[in-house]
């Protein structure tokens, strides 16, 4: 057998030799794909597990929201109540409760973001999620987090003596849930990520056993060929570059239209 090595082989396959038998050369091609495969099966659990961790912060910053938004409530309640100094005066106990009920609410807030973590991570008190995309840890998605606290996300000590004062507890309020809401859009931005890297890891697992399956039963040159397109594809799954880009989904449509390695 003679094989021409080619500057493309080359690049992805430094120790290929050109004067490899039949024999070495489908077990030099089984080796690589089996490789593949199992590298490209750990980067699936690695997208599991940490899409499972986001999706977990996801809903905790849902629940944040909604403990906010509780305290704004609890500001427009008081409002309410407070349209004229003479209410102000009558209603003083209750609006006193509000106040009350106010400072709960953010102990509770503070509470839920400090017990917001999941598997050793919690994005609502400043921790840091990495995805990496390779063996080497080269290519990966860092999710920042940032502390979730009433304090500092600057919200004063409630003060609902006068409508100025709350006022102001209010701003502060909807201020924070607008933090909140973007550390939520952040993380679903990056589940929306994972997820679809998980997918073409998922598919390439799938055409790299295709290829497999397919060594022996297809000429020289026909795998040659192939060969070149799955080092392609395991350069973009486990290299440099990120997933799903262009030329990862012209790849994918090669192999889909090719399944049995023939015009790849």
């Known amino acids: 057998m003679s094989l021409v090595v080619t500057s493309a082989l080359q690049k992805y396959f430094p120790n290929l030799r050109p004067d490899l038998s039949r024999v070495e050369w489908e077990s030099f091609l089984t080796d690589f794909i089996v490789q593949k495969q199992k590298e490209t099966k750990g980067l699936v659990l690695r997208l599991n597990e940490n899409i499972a961790i986001l999706e977990h912060q996801k809903e905790k910053a849902t629940i944040l929201v909604s403990i906010l938004e509780e305290a704004g409530g609890l500001t427009v309640r008081a409002r309410k109540l407070m349209t004229t100094p003479e209410d102000i005066q009558k209603y003083e106990q209750k609006i006193k409760d509000f106040q009350d009920l106010f400072q709960l609410t953010l102990l509770k807030f503070d509470k839920t973001?400090?017990?917001?973590?999941?598997?050793g991570v919690n994005l609502m008190n400043g921790d840091r999620l990495?995805?990496?995309?390779?063996?080497k840890g080269q290519n990966k998605l860092v999710t920042e987090g940032i502390v979730l606290s009433s304090q500092s996300l600057g919200i004063r000590p409630p003060n609902f003596s006068t409508s100025y004062t709350l006022q102001n507890a209010r701003i502060d309020v909807m201020n924070a849930i607008d933090i909140v809401i973007t550390v939520?859009?952040?993380i679903t931005a990056h589940i929306a990520n994972l997820t679809i890297n998980r997918e073409f890891a998922l598919q390439s697992v799938d055409f790299a056993e295709t290829a497999h399956q397919k060594i022996g039963s297809s000429d020289q040159e026909?795998?040659?060929?192939?060969l070149k397109?799955?080092?392609?594809?395991?350069?973009?799954?486990?290299?440099?570059?990120?997933?799903?880009?262009?030329?990862?989904?012209?790849?994918?449509?090669?192999f889909a239209s090719s399944p049995n390695m023939e015009d790849i």
């Not at 973001?113 to 598997?119: D, N, V």
């Open 222 to 226: 026909t795998e040659v060929l192939s």
């Open 130 to 135: 990495e995805t990496l995309f390779d063996t």
């Open 184 to 186: 939520r859009n952040t």
């Open 229 to 254: 397109k799955l080092g392609m594809l395991g350069d973009k799954i486990l290299g440099d570059e990120k997933l799903a880009n262009p030329i990862q989904e012209e790849i994918l449509t090669s």
């Open 113 to 119: 973001s400090i017990e917001s973590g999941t598997g």
